[in-house]
């Protein structure tokens, strides 16, 4: 397999060994090995979590498959004191990955696209600032259009 282009979601909202979430979120970034990254955005809470969350989405080109990049996410999670613990809690890092050049892929615990993605503003904020024009392999639609959907249905 060549090289491949992924879309990461990465967010934060807990104090890590690294400090603050955005700390953790550009440590992450430097991990991941990415060269195009959107600002980091702070956003508020989705679910019981009270702390705002520090997001931002990272391309990353590699010529991992997916549950060898999935794998490494992972690791770099574990690495940054990730638990996995109630749904939507407060986290110190959370590393997704959200699209894939290649288009739809679905496998043993990821699925590509991320399910919810269409649904999130902290993920289609940062991501249309970097690959407005990248286009979801299900609907068809641009990020760009994504967002302009969500905005609307707000």
Known sequence: MGTTSYVIAIGSNRRGRNGSPEA????????????IVSPILRTPPLGPSK?????????????????????????IERDHGRRRAQRWSARVIDL????????????????????????RGFVLDP????????????????????????RRAR
């Open 51 to 75: 702390r705002r969350f520090a997001n931002a989405v990272a391309i990353l080109d590699t010529g991992e498959d997916p549950p060898a990049l999935l794998r490494r996410l992972k690791a």
């Open 96 to 119: 997704d990955i959200v699209l894939w050049s290649e288009g739809p892929w679905s496998g043993p615990g990821l699925t590509i696209p991320h399910p919810q993605f269409r649904l």
């Open 24 to 35: 953790e979120v550009r440590a992450a970034i430097r991990e991941l090995g990415a060269e």
């Open 127 to 150: 991501l249309a600032q970097v690959a407005p024009l990248w286009r979801d392999p299900i609907s068809g639609r641009t990020v760009r259009q994504l967002r302009a959907l969500l």
